[in-house]
């Protein structure tokens, strides 16, 4: 099945439904799963009968592409972001590590998905998808390389450093609440500080 089905005349309204179909989508896959949910849950949900749901979208699978692309999309934009304006490794370590916990904090039901449904993935969005992952993964690598290379940071591993921090930005989804013990801001720069830890880099002066 291609990955970018023929494209529709686009109008604000019709922005707007297949805006709501995405959101409908993703809740259902939360909470049913990919496999469980049928194109007639979806279009239930955003009150759209049968055949109807099809002028909007192509397919369940186009659904969980434009979902789980979006997702990686948006990380690499802010991670893009969050290290521009400096050259200093630690302080772009950081920002990265920060802007990271930020978007699984917010973007809780976009992380679960993206992790539980990559095996629903059907090729080539499934390669498309993994590309993207592949890219923020080694964006993370670069940055850890970069400090080994300057002599800032010191890791046996470059490649399980940056796993391990993405790793602890991931479990943010996992349990982050907005309103609990800590605030996002305070969570970001916490685990700010465990990715600095993690790499052996010294306190700022």
């Not at 970018?4 to 809740?27: D, F, K, S, W, Y």
């Not at 993994?130 to 690598?141: G, I, P, T, V």
Request: a neutral charge; aromatic letters at 6%.
């Amino acid at each position: 099945m291609p990955s970018h089905p023929p494209e529709r005349p686009v109008t604000p309204n019709g922005v707007a439904r297949a805006a709501a179909i995405r959101h409908a989508a993703l809740e259902l896959f939360t909470q049913r799963g990919y496999a469980a949910t049928t194109m007639a849950d979806i279009g239930q949900a955003v009150g759209i009968r049968g055949p109807s749901l099809y002028k909007h979208v192509a397919s369940k699978q186009q659904l969980l592409v434009e979902i789980m692309v979006g997702t990686m999309e948006a990380l690499i934009a802010e991670h893009d972001a969050a290290v521009r304006g400096t050259v200093d490794p630690r302080e772009r370590l950081r920002r990265a590590t920060e802007a990271h916990v930020r978007y699984h904090a917010r973007h809780r039901h976009e992380a679960f998905v993206g992790t539980r449904e990559i095996r629903s993935l059907e090729e080539p969005n499934r390669s498309e998808v993994l590309c993207r992952r592949d890219a923020y993964e080694q964006a993370f690598r670069d940055l850890v390389q970069a400090g080994v290379d300057c002599g800032r940071f010191h890791v046996t591993s470059v490649r399980l450093a940056s796993y391990a921090i993405l790793d602890l930005g991931m479990g943010v989804s996992v349990w982050y609440r907005e309103g609990g013990e800590l605030s996002e801001n305070e969570v970001a720069w916490q685990y700010g500080e465990f990715a600095l830890r993690l790499v052996g880099a010294p306190d700022a002066d």
